[in-house]
């Protein structure tokens, strides 16, 4: 069963064809970066602007790159919230008009759903249930996996996402945006022990986040050392090392709890070599088995999406898209259980 995936929740535009959920056939990505760079965030109007120029071509070079043509496609799986709501709609009304002209089934994805997803794309899968760690620019999230289309929500940041803190922290050094890379490059030349920030564990039990007061305690720092820029390197390494630590802490804490012998850590912050090695050191001492997408699926793309799709469609019973579906531009969050 192939599935066109479509995702234009922020600031990429990106089509994908996979094929079971599993196989990769394409995978495009049309990142708005630079477009953005200059304002140091996403404007959400010129997003929308560039998802119309850039849909229609992405679309067409994920079908070329798969070798299908548009009668091949089973199914359409479209990103449909969270987001930024002028953005996903330019892919939601392509998706509906593509498979409506097709008459073919297609299904609205949680960009959420879709990213926790995104690591049976990669070689190694998690078992269900698994203890996941969502952390993106706009989340940082826990969940109690169950099957494909069965997470449960466990707890949240309370004010910056991970993938925010690292822009911010980058925005105020003055490294670029976006900011994760940036650091992450920059962290490994520096001295991680040096400057102390602030782990925030909150209450250790709990499986909630805050990284507002480690972002500025870096502020208050800079503030404090006017010769900051001599050890910049030490600076950012200080501050990706306690965002790790709790990271890792809690991401870990949850599986305990939980009683899962996986774990797994999406989003585009999974991108992030330090968090990536400690994770799998913490893991393996536990001996629970740790899963991470390739790093060119932590950040934003349509195969995620696409696999998705499948794990609904494929059911006979399974949901499907209808006319009147609308985006959706925040989380929909379940109680914790
Ligand atoms: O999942 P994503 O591509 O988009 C959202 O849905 O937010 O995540 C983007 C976020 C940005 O905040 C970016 O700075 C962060 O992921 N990021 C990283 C790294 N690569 C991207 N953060 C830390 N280390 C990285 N290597
Ligand atoms: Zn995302």
Redesign the pocket.
């Known amino acids: 069963m192939k599935i066109l995936g479509i995702e234009s929740?922020?600031d990429?535009t990106a089509a994908s064809v996979v094929e079971d959920g599993k196989r990769i056939l394409s995978s495009v990505v049309a990142t708005q970066i630079e477009l953005h760079q200059p304002y140091g965030g996403v404007v959400p109007e010129l997003a929308s602007r560039k998802h119309i120029e850039k849909i229609v071509p992405v679309v067409d070079q994920a079908l070329i790159d798969a070798g299908v043509s548009r009668r091949d496609i089973d199914g359409v799986a479209v990103t449909r919230g969270p987001?930024l709501v002028g953005a996903l709609l330019v892919g939601f009304s392509f998706a509906k008009a593509f498979a409506y002209g097709l008459g073919i089934p297609w299904i609205g994805v949680d960009?959420l759903e879709g990213?926790l997803n995104s690591v049976f794309l990669s070689e190694s899968a998690p078992e269900f249930p698994f203890a996941a760690l969502l952390?993106?620019?706009?989340?940082t999230n826990l969940y109690y996996v169950r099957s494909h289309t069965d997470a449960v929500f466990m707890g949240q940041t309370r004010d910056d996402?991970?993938?925010?803190a690292?822009?911010k922290v980058?925005k105020m050094l003055d490294l670029g945006y976006?900011?994760?890379?940036v650091?992450?490059?920059l962290a490994s030349q520096g001295d991680p022990a040096r400057i102390q920030f602030p782990r925030p564990y909150l209450d250790k039990e709990a499986f909630d986040f805050s990284f507002s007061g480690v972002k500025t305690a870096v502020k208050r720092y800079i503030e404090t050392h006017p010769d900051y820029t001599d050890h910049v390197a030490d600076i950012v390494a200080g501050f990706?090392e306690a965002v790790v630590d709790v990271l890792t802490f809690k991401l870990i804490h949850a599986a305990e709890v939980k009683q899962c012998r996986n774990i797994a850590v999406v989003?585009?912050?999974a991108?992030?070599?330090r968090?990536r090695q400690r994770l799998g050191e913490a893991a393996t001492e536990r001996g629970i088995r740790f899963h991470v997408p390739d790093i060119e699926l932590?950040?934003?793309n349509a195969a995620m999406i696409a696999a998705t799709g499948y794990y609904y469609l494929v059911d006979p019973n399974g949901p499907r898209g209808a006319f009147d579906d609308d985006v959706y531009s925040r989380a929909i969050i379940q109680p914790p259980s």
Do not use: K
Not at 135 to 139: E, I, K, M, N
Not at 161 to 164: F, P, R
């Open positions: 929740s922020c990429e987001g960009h990213h952390v993106s620019g706009g989340h996402a991970a993938g925010e690292f822009d980058a976006p900011g994760g890379v650091i992450s490059r990706q989003g585009g912050v991108a992030n070599g968090l932590c950040g934003d």
